[in-house]
């Protein structure tokens, strides 16, 4: 049977204090309902139905992904109305998932086991044990064992405030009966809400069973209601990603101590120190090294290559055995070949970096192609920008750039061309001979420093 996931999300969240619908709001980089999202694709679904609320149209913006259906919540009247709204795509033959897009650590194995676990019943509910279950439904069970009912916090008496497990909002069911129960919900309670959680004494009395699948890691269901608990769950996501590095080879020098906003392709035998940011896709090769304090961005770094302490790098691509910082900035488009070096305070944007070649020391290199086994000594310069529109320079191979240097875009220096420091270069530089821009240097004979003049 095909399933259609059913993903509550009208939820206005006031307690994140935010302007963000809380969904929206991240773990790992992401918002929260897109790793519902993803883990539900991980299943043989028909369709995804995502119930918005009111307001709800940056969800939809943000999320932007038109092979979801969604469903319009306009007035919030509880979990079973909202599950309701979607009945139209709710067939008779689909299996239903009932999920949360303020739960982002639920396992796609976990909703499976839910799935399965109704070929033995009519309604499965995902529950879990906690040490403190206030604000949660209470699992109500029959001295046998098999469950009865579910009774929310605030319905509850004394006794069934006791009961540790507690229902994690997720259940499963087939469409046919799923319809006829909802049909039958009434606001008759203490919140005058529609509860979803109704279903399961519905269902008992229509002589059902009812079957739970105990969750045994309360983070994996754990719901986000304020910044408190999506901190917490940020971590818990986070120690997961590091130890998936860990079980794929990579070395970390505290697991604690690296943050992943996306994902992360390895190759064999990498090393990453304290303090790396990832974010976006990022690909590693093998034996690469990372430093304390990086910031990698959507980049791919060849193998052997090393990224020095405090490197920022931003959609680059780094060959192999490259040297790269410590404390430089790769912006967009910046392309290291082979065995080339970036050294510290060196910027790079959109430039061609040849094998080999080295950017050493406190440069900017912007709109450039370099040739291979070029030296751009200390502190040179390609001046890009002439305030409105940006040009190019051309470094031919092996040609050498004295420190200081300022080359004025558009240029071009030639094969084996060497430029002499301090020179500010404007016209082509013809290859295998020595430029040089800079005023000849004079000496004042018999020049005396000026002397301090005496107070009268
Ligand atoms: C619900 C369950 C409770 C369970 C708890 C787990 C019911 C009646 N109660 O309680 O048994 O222990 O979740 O967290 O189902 N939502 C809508 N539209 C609505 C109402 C809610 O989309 O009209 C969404 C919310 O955005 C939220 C989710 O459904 O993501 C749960 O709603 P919430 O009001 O937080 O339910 P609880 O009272 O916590
Ligand atoms: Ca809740």
């Known amino acids: 049977m095909k ?3 059913i993903i509550l999300a009208a939820g206005q969240g006031t307690r994140m204090y935010s302007q963000l619908p809380k969904v929206l709001h991240t773990i790992g980089g992401k918002p929260m309902l897109q790793h519902v999202i993803n883990s539900c694709r991980n299943l043989d679904v028909k369709d995804i139905a995502i119930v918005y609320g009111h307001g709800g149209e940056k969800v939809k913006a943000t999320i932007a992904d038109d092979t979801l259906k969604w469903v319009l919540q306009s007035e919030q ?3 079973g109305h909202a599950v309701d709204q979607a009945r139209e795509l709710i067939n008779d033959d689909l299996v239903v998932i009932i999920a949360y897009g303020d739960v ?4 796609a194995e976990t909703l499976q086991s839910l799935v399965d676990a109704l070929s033995g019943a009519d309604l499965t509910v995902l529950t879990t044990i906690m040490d403190d279950p206030k604000g949660y439904g209470r699992i109500v069970r029959s001295p046998e064992g098999t469950i009865e009912s579910i ?3 605030k319905d509850a008496n004394n006794e069934i405030r006791k009961i540790t497990e507690v229902n994690t909002g997720f259940i499963a069911a087939r469409g046919k009966q799923l319809k006829t129960w909802l049909a039958k919900l009434s606001p008759d309670n203490a919140q005058g809400e529609y509860y979803l959680t109704d279903c399961i004494a519905l269902a008992v ?5 009812v079957h739970a699948v105990v969750c045994d890691d309360p983070m994996e269901v754990q719901g986000v209601n304020n910044r408190v608990q999506q901190a917490q769950l940020e971590r818990e996501y986070q120690k997961n990603q590091a130890e998936q590095l860990l079980l794929k080879g990579v070395s970390l020098a505290d697991p604690a101590r690296l943050d992943i906003r996306g994902d ?4 064999q035998d990498v090393f990453i120190d304290v303090n790396v940011v990832f974010i976006g896709k990022v690909s590693l090769g093998k034996n690469v090294v990372i430093e304390s304090g990086c910031v990698i961005t959507d980049s791919v770094i060849g193998d052997n290559a090393r990224i020095k302490a405090n490197s920022v790098l931003e959609n680059a691509q780094v060959g192999n055995h490259c040297d790269v910082g410590p404390f430089a900035r790769l912006r967009p488009g910046a392309v290291l070949a082979d065995k080339a070096k970036v050294g510290n305070f060196v910027e790079i944007k959109k430039s061609t970096i040849g094998e080999g070649s080295k950017v050493s020391h406190l440069s900017y290199i ?7 086994g070029v030296n751009i000594g ?3 310069i390609t001046c890009n920008y002439d305030g409105v529109n940006k040009f190019k320079t051309i470094i031919g191979d092996n040609a050498f750039i004295g420190s200081d240097s300022q080359l004025i875009a558009p240029v071009e220096i030639g094969e084996g061309a060497t430029i002499g420091a301090g020179s500010t270069i404007t016209k082509d530089a013809p290859a295998a001979e020595l430029t040089l821009a800079r005023s000849n240097q004079k000496v004042l004979k018999g020049w005396k420093r000026p002397e301090k003049r005496l107070k009268d």
């Open 366 to 372: 912007g709109d450039t192609q370099m040739g291979v």
């Open 151 to 153: 009774v929310e916090e």
């Open 264 to 267: 992360v392709s390895v190759g």
């Open 3 to 5: 399933l259609l996931p």
């Open 104 to 107: 982002p650590l639920i396992k």
């Open 378 to 380: 200390a502190g040179t």
């Open 205 to 209: 009395e229509d002589g059902g069973s």
């Open 77 to 79: 009247k509880g979990t």
